[in-house]
């Protein structure tokens, strides 16, 4: 009996941090995941029984009709449409024009590397202020542009120095070898250190997608009348506006008719919005997860 005692606290001791460590996880996974799964299932639920409230985890009575009521509310499906051209477009060009401007600080023959250097983490500081920030794209001539999404945070100097990081870490002598096999500068750059960068530039993908997809305020200032140009966040935030300050939907500005407007309550909307602006960067993220991973870890050690 004391052999078994002691095996069963020897047993005990060994596994007290699995033990705690799995309910401290098991917390913080109930936690994460009950705001979305409350969400998803307010956006499922019957909307005039969503009134009644009580529903937590699993919709009362299933319904569609909220998210076919969404194709109803003007310039959402262009919002949409823009906000998945300014996630890719903005992404891809984003993450190529930070990956230049790293490339470059990279390069231990560059003289001006340690000055160009400390110059962009100032930016991060330090910025020229709302007022200025809206003469300049005035002036520029972004203003009602498709482009005032993409030109403005192109370069992010966050972006840059978490891939210079990465790219300090390649061995220099894989770029010598190639310019004496006669290779340039991009050639280099592009089939070279772009390809072992990968894991970096995924990493910095997600967080500009997730930026561009969720951005809203630009809209709001550079091209809030015009229609053609708006967001599917935007087009969000007007209708949280709308509720949070009449408690109801502004029918006769947000939808092409007002015969339907009572068949759903304002809470059923904006959690079926909130779940259609939500889905696409979960459904990306598994695709980039490992990349994600080993982006920020490789990052982090080599910085």
Same mark, same amino acid.
């Given at each position: 009996?004391?052999?078994?005692?002691?095996?069963?606290?020897?047993?005990?001791?060994?596994?007290?941090?699995?033990?705690?460590?799995?309910?401290?996880?098991?917390?913080?996974?109930?936690?994460?995941?009950?705001?979305?799964?409350?969400?998803?299932?307010?956006?499922?639920?019957?909307? =005039?029984? =969503?009134?009644?409230?009580?529903?937590?985890?699993?919709?009362?009575?299933?319904?569609?009709?909220?998210?076919?009521?969404?194709?109803?509310?003007?310039?959402?499906?262009?919002?949409?449409?823009? #906000?998945?051209?300014?996630?890719?477009?903005?992404?891809?060009?984003?993450?190529?024009?930070?990956? !230049?401007?790293?490339?470059?600080?990279?390069?231990?023959?560059?003289?001006?590397?340690?000055?160009?250097?400390?110059? *962009?983490?100032?930016?991060?500081?330090?910025?020229?202020?709302?007022?200025?920030?809206? !003469?300049?794209?005035?002036?520029?001539?972004? !203003?009602?542009?498709?482009?005032?999404?993409?030109?403005?945070?192109?370069?992010?100097?966050?972006?840059?120095?978490?891939?210079?990081?990465?790219?300090?870490?390649?061995?220099?002598?894989?770029?010598?070898?190639?310019?004496?096999?006669?290779?340039?500068?991009?050639?280099?750059?592009?089939? *070279?250190?772009?390809?072992?960068?990968?894991?970096?530039?995924?990493?910095?993908?997600?967080?500009?997608?997730?930026?561009?997809?969720?951005?809203?305020?630009?809209?709001?200032?550079?091209? #809030? !009348? +015009?229609?053609?140009?708006?967001?599917?966040?935007?087009?969000?935030?007007?209708?949280?506006?709308? =509720?949070?300050? #009449?408690?109801?939907?502004?029918?006769?500005?947000?939808?092409? +008719?007002?015969?339907?407007?009572?068949?759903?309550?304002?809470? #059923?909307?904006?959690?079926?919005? =909130?779940?259609?602006?939500?889905?696409?960067?979960?459904?990306?993220?598994?695709?980039?997860?490992?990349?994600?991973?080993?982006?920020?870890?490789?990052?982090?050690?080599?910085?």
């Amino acid at each position: 009996m004391a052999t078994r005692s002691r095996s069963n606290k020897s047993f005990f001791q060994d596994h007290l941090f699995d033990i705690v460590n799995i309910i401290f996880l098991t917390i913080v996974m109930i936690v994460t995941l009950y705001p979305f799964l409350n969400v998803l299932a307010i956006s499922l639920n019957e909307s =005039t029984d =969503t009134v009644r409230g009580g529903i937590y985890l699993w919709p009362r009575e299933w319904t569609f009709d909220n998210y076919m009521e969404i194709a109803k509310y003007d310039n959402l499906v262009t919002g949409f449409i823009n #906000s998945v051209l300014r996630t890719v477009i903005g992404t891809v060009l984003g993450v190529f024009a930070s990956a !230049m401007v790293a490339y470059t600080l990279s390069r231990s023959d560059f003289q001006g590397r340690k000055f160009v250097s400390t110059f *962009i983490v100032l930016t991060m500081y330090f910025t020229g202020g709302l007022i200025p920030g809206y !003469m300049l794209i005035r002036d520029l001539g972004l !203003m009602n542009s498709f482009w005032v999404y993409i030109l403005p945070g192109l370069v992010n100097a966050f972006n840059i120095i978490i891939i210079r990081s990465f790219m300090d870490g390649l061995p220099f002598s894989l770029q010598e070898s190639a310019k004496m096999d006669g290779a340039n500068d991009f050639t280099i750059f592009y089939r *070279i250190i772009l390809p072992l960068c990968k894991p970096v530039l995924a990493t910095i993908a997600l967080f500009v997608a997730v930026g561009q997809w969720n951005n809203w305020f630009d809209n709001y200032l550079y091209n #809030s !009348m +015009n229609d053609k140009l708006t967001t599917l966040q935007y087009e969000l935030m007007k209708i949280l506006d709308n =509720t949070s300050v #009449s408690g109801s939907v502004d029918a006769n500005q947000m939808r092409p +008719n007002d015969q339907t407007a009572t068949q759903v309550s304002p809470e #059923s909307i904006k959690m079926a919005i =909130t779940m259609v602006t939500v889905v696409p960067i979960i459904v990306v993220y598994p695709f980039v997860q490992k990349y994600f991973i080993q982006g920020m870890t490789l990052g982090a050690v080599k910085s």
